[in-house]
């Protein structure tokens, strides 16, 4: 088990103070310019030490345990742009992660502690047009040429794309094809031969930016590599593991949220004669929700105990990513339907994180792959 | 330089729990936090320290059963220590009696150049503690302070006004009010909540302050309070079309305010 100290308690009201004033304080400006400050929001944020709370301390970090991240991503999952809170994350626990575990010290001096300062802004790259589920179909290629690489390709669907300065690429370094023969390199976005080919227009996370990258002839020191060359893709399978478990601990903030707001609405919205939230079918739908909520918060506790003790959450995280995914669909759409047309115009909450929320069953692994790895982790069969 | 800070730890806002009708006093028997009024002393007090370049800020706090999580907020901001009067005996202490408890918790908390706090608490309200722990402690007391200068054992403060603002200057040791949102209060960082964990916290009881139980508490309050009532519903706003000449209606309901 975990145990919440006077400490946990300090942090959560930090995190929830800096989304309130550094996020949710501008968060429909940004959402409606479709895109937000990353370097200002992240400076904040790394100021006080949150986007490298379990790092060594050598390069900025906290040297916390990891109950901190779990803390962490739940208040920023309560915030109203959840694009943001997305983009925060992906600073803190998708581009990062395997640079500090794999990653050389002059590599982690020069990117890292900038990176969790919140002076550089960060990317995964790791999706392309013709390999997202299947991660080990991905065709970038780095080829050797002296002490650099020369990369050629593109990545496709790439957080913080617009603004970042560095990207953790995951391309092929080989030609043994498969999940064989890749490596992570950090790419600074100077590099020559790096290039945004386009923004994407999506349905939700709008205050984030999302892009298309197009590598052609970029040049890389091979000292950029993080970790063994080859041994990019396992590397990237752990870092996966950060990824799916900081999707699940805001879902946790974010259905809190989102549960909290219905019944308050649905308190003071009055139909036939009495409050909406009078009516048992309403209740029992919200009591529902609420039950797999503390389920999911149990469960991640576990990971996190999982975690601390230097266990494989592996199954965990998959667990986490795939149900949180689903009971945040499941709160988004109750929200839109019990607010009525309320829920349905840009005025209110619910619009944003009914089309928010629906990422999460296909961003970071969609809701098959989840499924896919579990039957592949029990004896279901395949 | 060492600066005191008063902070009062005060039942959350967002869930301020209720008044018990027999003491007609807040319950506080649940988890509390820094006073957000007493943030700006705190911040000012770290600013001066830190242009004075040596130093320490020292938090004093009277509160019921040992409650640190408040003084922990701005330990972690970057205070060096707290003291903490937490007794039983203070149950119902009025402002008179809390300045006398606050007085004598200063004089344990060390050579002080100056004692800041906030203009009045955000649970209370009454507006006149500072004054009496000036008088108590026999120092110069100046009130509403927005900005805070110390040039050699001189303090010059600006006074806010309706007006304006005052420039005024006495020695020091000093007490100071300082207004609310006339500094940004830092975040505690990470490490400052890490690092507040071990920062000493003297507690202490009245019998170690040397305090009569008979002068504080229920006991000791001259004041009393002889009813609570539900305050007035707020009227409702008044709506102004623009026609295009809205905005002279706008600026006479400020004027009317005194805020332009
Ligand atoms: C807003 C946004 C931000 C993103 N940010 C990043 C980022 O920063 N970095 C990055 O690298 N990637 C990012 N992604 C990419 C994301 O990880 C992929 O979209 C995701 O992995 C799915 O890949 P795909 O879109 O290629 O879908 P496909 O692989 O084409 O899959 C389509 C659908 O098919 C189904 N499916 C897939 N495999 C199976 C199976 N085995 N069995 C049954 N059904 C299956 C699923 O329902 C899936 O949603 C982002 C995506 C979005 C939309």
Redesign the pocket.
């Known amino acids: 088990m975990i145990e919440f100290r006077e400490e946990h308690h300090q942090f959560r009201a930090l995190i929830r103070d800096l989304v309130d004033n550094e996020i949710n304080a501008n968060a429909d400006e940004w959402e409606a310019a479709g895109e937000f400050p990353a370097h200002q929001v992240f400076k904040a944020f790394g100021s006080v030490g949150a986007l490298g709370i379990e790092y060594d301390p050598e390069y900025g970090g906290g040297g916390a345990e990891h109950t901190f991240t779990m803390i962490f991503g739940e208040e920023i999952g309560r915030s109203s742009s959840l694009?943001i809170a997305?983009a925060l994350a992906?600073q803190s626990d998708?581009?990062t992660p395997a640079l500090h575990s794999f990653g050389s010290h002059e590599l982690k001096d020069k990117y890292l502690t900038p990176a969790v300062a919140g002076d550089m802004v960060t990317?995964?790259?790791?999706?392309?047009?013709?390999?997202?589920?299947?991660?080990a179909a991905l065709r970038t290629r780095a080829v050797r040429d002296g002490d650099e690489w020369i990369i050629n390709g593109s990545?496709?669907?790439?957080?913080?794309?617009l603004q970042a300065d560095w990207v953790c690429l995951?391309v092929r370094t080989s030609d043994e094809g498969g999940y064989k023969g890749m490596s992570q390199i950090v790419v600074p976005t100077t590099s020559e031969g790096f290039s945004v080919s386009r923004k994407?227009d999506?349905l939700?996370?709008r205050a984030?930016d999302?892009a298309e990258l197009i590598f052609t002839d970029m040049r890389v020191p091979v000292s950029n590599t993080i970790g063994e060359v080859g041994r990019g893709f396992q590397q990237q399978m752990n870092q996966f593991q950060n990824e799916r478990m900081i999707a699940a601990y805001q879902m946790v903030g974010a259905v809190e949220t989102a549960l909290e707001r219905t019944a308050q609405y649905l308190k003071e919205r009055n139909a036939f004669g009495s409050p909406l939230l009078a009516n048992q079918a309403i209740q029992y739908e919200l009591a529902e929700i609420s039950a797999h909520l503390e389920v999911l918060r149990h469960h991640n506790w576990a990971a996190v105990a999982a975690f601390n003790a230097g266990a494989d959450i592996t199954r965990h995280a998959t667990v986490a990513k795939l149900l949180s995914a689903r009971l945040a669909r499941r709160m988004a759409d109750a929200a839109v339907q019990y607010h009525g047309g309320m829920g349905y115009v840009e005025d209110n909450w619910p619009a944003r994180f009914f089309r928010d929320t629906r990422?999460w069953?296909?961003?970071?692994?969609?809701?098959?792959?989840m499924?896919?790895t579990l039957a592949r982790l029990d004896p279901i069969g395949a | 330089m060492n600066v005191v800070v008063c902070v009062k730890q005060i039942p959350d806002p967002a869930d301020p729990g209720a008044l018990d009708p027999n003491t007609k006093t807040l319950k506080r028997d649940g988890k509390l936090i820094l006073d957000e009024s007493d943030s700006y002393g705190v911040e000012m007090a770290l600013q001066l320290v830190d242009a004075a370049g040596s130093g320490e800020v020292t938090l004093v706090s009277m509160a019921p059963n040992g409650e640190v999580s408040g003084l922990r907020t701005a330990l972690a901001m970057g205070a060096a220590k707290a003291v903490l009067v937490s007794d039983d005996a203070l149950a119902g202490s009025d402002a008179l009696g809390t300045s006398k408890v606050l007085a004598k918790a200063i004089a344990r908390a060390g050579e002080a150049d100056l004692i800041l706090t906030a203009t009045e608490s955000s649970d209370g309200y009454t507006g006149t503690v500072p004054e009496q722990i000036a008088e108590l402690l026999q120092l110069p007391s100046v009130t509403f302070a927005k900005e805070i200068a110390v040039d050699g054992s001189t303090l010059k403060v600006q006074r806010q006004t309706e007006a304006g603002y005052d420039e005024v200057e006495c020695p020091l040791p000093a007490v100071v009010s300082v207004t609310a949102g006339v500094v940004e209060p830092r975040y505690p960082s990470f490490k400052g909540i890490m690092a507040a964990k071990s920062k000493p916290v003297d507690q202490v009881t009245i019998a170690d302050l040397g305090i009569d139980a008979a002068s504080v508490g229920w006991a000791g309050a001259g004041q009393e309070i002889v009813e609570i009532a539900q305050a007035e519903a707020r009227e409702a706003g008044t709506i102004i079309e623009d026609d295009g000449e809205a905005f002279a209606q706008v600026v006479k309901f400020l004027d009317d305010l005194k805020v332009v």
């Open positions: 694009g997305m992906v998708m581009a990317a995964i790259g790791v999706s392309e047009p013709d390999a997202g589920s299947d991660v990545k496709l669907w790439i957080t913080n794309g995951l994407l999506k939700g996370m984030s999302t990422l069953s296909i961003g970071g692994g969609a809701d098959e792959v499924l896919r």
